[in-house]
């Protein structure tokens, strides 16, 4: 529309002071020719598309003027530094870089130089001393220390369709499995590990006839309160904690405990995580489960619940976070 009334505007301008041209010389003079006709009609689209063109052009080489000096969002840093590995363990390569500068951030992706065939190495954990702790996507047989990696500057992108974006696989692929497991990316933004959902997670074997009566009873009693939990959500992001009732409170309380005791530090996670690998007697684990949902552990906070073992490696935590708490 903008460009309608510029075009029309320059048509009447225009028009008019052709007019007043050719009726100041003689009025009697004839129509101008088509040809001459053309010429100032052609200067106003040239002035119209110089008009539509420059404008945009102007603004948009004005636009990065703005931004400069400002580094995006996506970018991850570090772009074009190299590296070198120092240390090869099976899927975990060790590299070490020069400066701080060309550190790459966790979940950045690497590529190592020279080698046979394309590996790439996504980085996991900073171990100080400008050396990132890296996991192979390929098998790294060949890879010795000293080999080149290259920093990308960017995360492990992967191409999938429009119909694989958040969309439940159909009910009849998992018809004929016993059992599913359900990782979720909820669960793994809030750093619990396994990030497996119990709630979307299937067994045909969580059945009293094959688990007996107290471990199905304590099972779904962990799975009632964090589906309670999960329909309190809407609430407590639109009005706040404070407007919930107090059954509704201890509710929450617990299931984020239970939650947190969900995490497990596996033996084979100690290499990233720091957390040493712990055994638990089934036994022990149900009873537990059982006496949080009794509430016998609504005085403890939960972050003790995090990453341990048996429920007294929780209250020996819980211990400790209170006296660095009084100290």
Do not use: W
């Amino acid at each position: 529309m903008a460009s309608r009334r510029v075009l029309s505007t320059l048509l009447r301008s225009s028009s008019g002071r052709s007019a007043a041209k050719f009726g100041s010389r003689n009025p009697r003079l004839p129509s101008p020719s088509p040809a001459r006709r053309a010429a100032p009609f052609g200067d106003i689209l040239g002035r119209v598309a110089e008009y539509s063109t420059s404008s945009p052009a102007n603004s948009a080489a004005a636009a990065p003027a703005k931004d400069e000096g400002k580094k995006k969002s996506y970018d991850y840093g570090g772009k074009g530094a190299i590296g070198k590995v120092c240390q090869v363990i099976g899927a975990i390569v060790d590299v070490r870089f020069e400066d701080q500068e060309g550190l790459p951030p966790i979940m950045t992706s690497l590529e190592v130089q020279d080698h046979p065939t394309r590996l790439v190495l996504e980085v996991s954990h900073h171990l100080g001393q400008n050396v990132v702790r890296t996991i192979a996507m390929d098998g790294t047989e060949g890879l010795v220390r000293g080999r080149r990696v290259l920093n990308t500057g960017a995360p492990i992108t992967v191409p999938v369709g429009r119909a694989t974006l958040g969309h439940p696989a159909p009910a009849t692929t998992f018809a004929h499995l016993d059992a599913t497991t359900v990782l979720s990316r909820q669960i793994s933004e809030l750093g619990i590990y396994p990030a497996v959902d119990p709630l979307d997670s299937t067994s045909r074997m969580l059945s009293p006839h094959i688990l007996g009566e107290e471990h199905y009873n304590t099972a779904r009693g962990v799975q009632k309160v964090l589906q309670n939990y999960k329909n309190l959500q809407d609430i407590i992001a639109i009005l706040g904690m404070d407007e919930l009732s107090e059954d509704d409170k201890l509710t929450v309380a617990r299931a984020r405990k239970i939650q947190r005791f969900l995490s497990q530090p596996f033996h084979v996670a100690e290499i990233f995580t720091g957390a040493p690998g712990k055994y638990v007697d089934l036994k022990e684990n149900i009873n537990s489960f059982q006496g949080l949902l009794d509430g016998k552990y609504d005085d403890l906070p939960e972050q003790s619940f995090y990453m341990v073992g048996g429920i007294d490696e929780v209250v020996a935590k819980a211990e400790k976070i209170s006296k660095e708490a009084a100290a």
